[in-house]
């Protein structure tokens, strides 16, 4: 089945807001676990460990989208799309989208990848596959990608730093594991992608529609479409230490610290005066050393950094805002909330007292008594957020569900 634009298939219109225009088939279904495999074990022996092959994870027909829908998505500028050709204009060429009808028409008839990101969050029925993934903590994922390869398509032999489960949705694809000292002989040069110089196959898989790989970070790897296929790929987030480094210390500074300079009133005569003595050095330590977050700081800033939205899914504010009293006004007449499905949230114990509800970056320091709505409001994912009677929402709750309404975290369901 090949892609064709959506005007030269019978149907198949395209519409301001593509997303709304698809027809999709039906919910997905459970996620099935060898008999002998527990959650548990795959946690212990399994994750961020080695490879793990779960044959008929899926039923072969779960997936609720066709090659061209996923082309239409592809077309639109709210997603990140790509197209990786083997043999492009040059070796692994990388082309970027929102992609055109002409840009389909005109790729060769094999050896060529559609990978479109974030899809979970625009069509409800593919984020309906993360419910079979809670037993890793939500702040984790990241997102599900689908890509579409003709024959032979590929990204290349590479190397992910995240976990992710590789479901093989259409048509067949056969992954290769190579060695870990693969990664040492480093990339290809003057190439788009970060290609292995070398790989070394030590297993491989065909993968079957209804097949699930596990990948934990660091392994060599290389999927290549055997015919037409589409793989979906449930990614996991995972904060470099350069980037929590970088985070930390911009934190540090938005919070008032880092102000003072460098300060020796007790100095002494030196024999040379270009040396940097030890005293210098500890004077140093006890500065850096003076800059610690408390255990709570430490909590907010973490729970900010791992649910902030990637910056082309930011969230625009509601305007204009409305008043608690008119959000509860709306509960009572029956309208339900749910989460913008951009939105990320998290909670965590501050403390025995407080606990703190993370959205899109920004923390809500709470009750511990808040914890049932709380937890409504991070479980909701796509469905509405179970509140409790409007007569029992106290004005603290309603603070939080207006600050959240109005930061554009909630929406009404209709």
Not at 79 to 108: A, K, N
Not at 324 to 341: C, Q, Y
């Amino acid at each position: 089945m090949r892609i064709i634009p959506f005007n030269q298939r019978a149907g198949r219109i395209p519409e301001t807001g593509m997303v709304s225009s698809i027809k999709l088939q039906g919910i997905i279904p459970s996620m099935q676990f060898p008999d002998d495999l527990s959650v548990e074990t795959f946690l212990n022996t399994y994750w961020q460990q080695q490879p793990l092959l779960i044959r008929n994870a899926f039923k072969a027909d779960f997936f609720p989208l066709e090659a061209n829908e996923l082309a239409g998505l592809a077309m639109e500028e709210d997603l990140e799309s790509r197209i990786v050709l083997e043999h492009g204009e040059r070796p692994w060429e990388l082309r970027h989208g929102p992609f055109s009808e002409q840009d389909f028409s005109s790729l060769p008839p094999s050896h060529w990848s559609l990978l479109v990101q974030d899809v979970d969050k625009f069509v409800p029925e593919v984020q309906a596959l993360l419910k079979h993934f809670q037993f890793i903590p939500d702040w984790r994922v990241d997102d599900i990608m689908v890509s579409y390869a003709e024959d032979q398509g590929s990204v290349g032999p590479h190397v992910d730093s995240y976990d992710v489960f590789l479901i093989q949705a259409v048509g067949t694809r056969r992954w290769k594991i190579g060695a870990m000292e693969d990664v040492q002989e480093g990339y290809l040069d003057n190439v788009d992608l970060q290609i292995l110089k070398q790989f070394s196959v030590q297993d491989e898989w065909l993968l079957e529609p209804g097949d699930m790989l596990y990948l934990p970070p660091g392994i060599p790897h290389w999927g290549v479409a055997e015919g037409e296929c589409v793989t979906c790929s449930v990614g996991f987030r995972a904060p470099s230490h350069q980037e929590m480094l970088e985070d930390w210390s911009q934190h540090l500074l938005e919070t008032g610290l880092g102000r003072g300079n460098y300060k020796d009133p007790h100095l002494s005569l030196q024999t040379h005066s270009a040396e940097i003595d030890a005293g210098v050095f500890a004077q140093v330590d006890e500065i850096i050393s003076g800059y610690k977050l408390s255990p709570a700081q430490q909590r907010r800033w973490f729970g900010r950094l791992v649910t902030r939205v990637k910056d082309h899914l930011e969230i625009d504010p509601v305007s204009p805002a409305i008043s608690a009293e008119t959000l509860r006004l709306e509960i009572m007449a029956g309208r339900l909330l749910s989460r913008h499905p951009f939105a990320r949230f998290a909670f965590a114990n501050i403390d025995p007292e407080t606990l703190s509800l993370f959205v899109c970056g920004e923390s809500i320091d709470l009750q511990q008594s808040d914890r049932p709505v709380v937890l409504s409001l991070c479980n909701a994912n796509e469905d509405t957020v179970d509140l409790p009677p409007p007569e029992q929402l106290d004005t603290r709750t309603m603070a939080m569900l207006v600050l959240l309404y109005n930061s554009g975290y909630l929406l009404f369901d209709d």
